[in-house]
């Protein structure tokens, strides 16, 4: 993997477009202080170059009743290639979980999953301890967000 050198016009592209993605280039341009077809070069090169992996749609999660976050963290006694295989594999395919991590530390792996209630959770517990044996699976909910953002600090 090798970093991509960005100047400072690739880094307000960049800031611009994490706020919000579907600004018209022509805006975009005028925002970063260039013509339409550099400013549509740059954004072109930054997702060949895979800096701009993708453009998605942030949703609310209140209104699609999925207000209840939860912080799973998971210890095994297994590190093992399979079981870390089948543990991957069926945590990851399990729609509630937002965010999968491989930890150093006291957990090995922590898991941030969204539904809409404690209920909701039980049955999604359920349906994680059943895809590897697991040592310990603790969950912390959150009881407030108090940042949330998608944008990397350029």
């Not at 919000?20 to 202080?33: C, F, K, S, Y």
């Not at 930054?46 to 963290?73: H, P, Q, W, Y």
Request: glycine share 4%; with cysteine; charged share 30%.
């Amino acid at each position: 993997m090798t970093n991509v050198l960005l100047d400072p016009t690739d880094r307000r592209i960049l800031r611009e477009l994490q706020a919000d993605a579907t600004i018209p280039v022509a805006e975009l341009a005028e925002r970063v202080g260039l013509s339409q077809t550099p400013c549509w070069k740059r954004v072109k090169r930054l997702t060949d170059e895979g800096v701009i992996e993708r453009k998605v749609a942030l949703l609310d999660r209140d209104k699609l009743d999925l207000g209840l976050v939860v912080f799973v963290s998971v210890r095994t006694s297994r590190h093992d290639e399979a079981w870390i295989a089948d543990f991957a594999r069926g945590a990851a395919a399990l729609p509630e979980v937002v965010e999968f991590y491989r930890l150093a530390g006291e957990a090995d792996y922590l898991l941030k999953v969204v539904v809409s209630d404690i209920s909701a959770y039980d049955r999604f517990y359920k349906r994680l301890i059943a895809t590897a044996p697991l040592n310990d699976v603790s969950s912390a909910f959150a009881m407030e967000q108090i940042k949330f953002t998608t944008a990397l600090p350029l």
